[in-house]
């Protein structure tokens, strides 16, 4: 992140995965921001000083532009039509498209199966067992179906040898997987790509476990 002055502020859970995704665009922009944390596992996304931002109570929310943006896709779109350099999306129409489906089968087909909001619906119904092997489940089902989008598509990143959208939504939901102990031998292409991501500055700084907000034991 640049030393200039926060041109943003960014309203993040150290392990939200679509505060990851957004975290990640912001540095790879090189968008200076300052963070403000949410607390998510002490329900500060209820109280009405948050709720006045998001009435969905869920992270992230991005102030930027004298604008307040919500939901992590919207606020990618949102970054890269502001802020094309370097770009995020690939410019072959088809390429775009197949990002943006990748981008979905994450952010529509498995992470919100397996979200905080989820997992606390189904607490007082199953013990944690049951809860662990749900989410275990739809990450499975979502990690196939990005493991066969990547069969033809993959270089270094998911679309190619360049940084995209599908990237910011992949590395997040892969962590996702292996909290919940999600056999990752099943999905080498995704473990590929993931592994050379992780070694890219910006997806160092973004990790969840070098928020601030994250626990001293983790970092």
């Known amino acids: 992140m640049s030393d200039a002055a926060p041109a943003a502020t960014l309203h993040s859970y150290w392990r939200s995965s679509c505060s990851w995704r957004v975290r990640l665009a912001l540095r790879l922009k090189g968008v200076p921001y300052s963070y403000e944390a949410v607390p998510l596992a002490h329900g500060a996304q209820h109280a009405a000083p948050f709720r006045a931002l998001n009435p969905a109570a869920q992270v992230p929310v991005l102030r930027i532009d004298g604008v307040t943006l919500r939901q992590s896709v919207a606020i990618l779109e949102y970054l890269e039509e502001t802020r094309p350099a370097p770009p995020l999306l690939p410019r072959v129409p088809a390429e775009r498209a197949h990002v943006r489906a990748i981008v979905e089968a994450v952010n529509a087909g498995t992470q919100p199966l397996q979200n905080l909001a989820v997992l606390e619906y189904v607490k007082g119904r199953w013990g944690d067992e049951e809860r662990l092997a749900f989410a275990r489940h739809w990450i499975e089902e979502g990690l196939r179906v990005v493991e066969a989008l990547l069969k033809d598509s993959a270089g270094e990143c998911c679309v190619g040898d360049d940084v995209s959208f599908a990237d910011l939504l992949l ?44 626990p001293m034991s983790q970092t």
Not at 172 to 200: C, G, K
């Open 171 to 214: 590395v997040p939901q892969v962590y996702n997987a292996e909290r919940v102990a999600v056999d990752m031998e099943s999905f080498p292409t995704v473990v590929r790509v993931v592994r050379h991501l992780e070694r890219i500055p910006a997806f160092v700084d973004a990790h969840a476990d070098r928020q601030p907000d994250a």
